[in-house]
């Protein structure tokens, strides 16, 4: 089934243009029907203009790190006016609230740059480093109440090397953060899962 998306975001939307790029290779059954960013001069915006793909600045304030209220309100109403089933969170820097999980239940996903439970929160890639750790990932989940808690879809690990820095490590991620997120929306397309407690048992 064609997911019909709306893509939330805060930064550069890298993740946004690998959505892109496979929905343009064929590869993912999907449209983006609006990308609504809380930064005005976010890239992820100009992406979308070069893409001919609507999209927004969605004013936040007055609160700095969550989406609530009337901001939330109006989120919910722009996507559900945009057609939206699936809402992807693309490096957007907000904790959402319940409201917009409740508006669009089991179908927000979001992007995160360590194989959880391992580093939730900011700078994972760092912490990971710091933490010695020979491994590192990105992990692509549905969004519950928790921060970076909810059911996992797809994860993808990398090596950290000797000289990693957290910026040669963030780039390794995210080279698989460009394949995981069309892998997880492709799992949604086919809708060939089962959210089982938090286990997400997908039947390929
Ligand atoms: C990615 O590292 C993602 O995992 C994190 O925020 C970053 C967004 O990058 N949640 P981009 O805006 O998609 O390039």
Redesign the pocket.
Known sequence: MKLKLGVL????????QSIVDAIDAGTLDAEIRIVLADVQDAK?LERARRHSIPCRYLDCAPWKTKLEGRAEEDCIRILKEAGVDTVVL??FMRIVKPGLLEAYKNRVL????ALLPAFPGVHSWTQALDYGCKVAG?TVHFVDAGTDTGPIIVQKAVPVLEDDTPETL?AR??VQ?HVAYPEALRILASRAYRIEGRRVAISR
Do not use: K, L, T
């Not at 975001?9 to 946004?16: D, E, R, T, Y």
């Not at 979001?110 to 740059?113: C, E, G, K, V």
């Open positions: 975001g805060s930064g550069a939307g890298s993740n946004m992820i693309a490096g979001n992007i995160h740059p990105v963030h991620i995210q953060e």
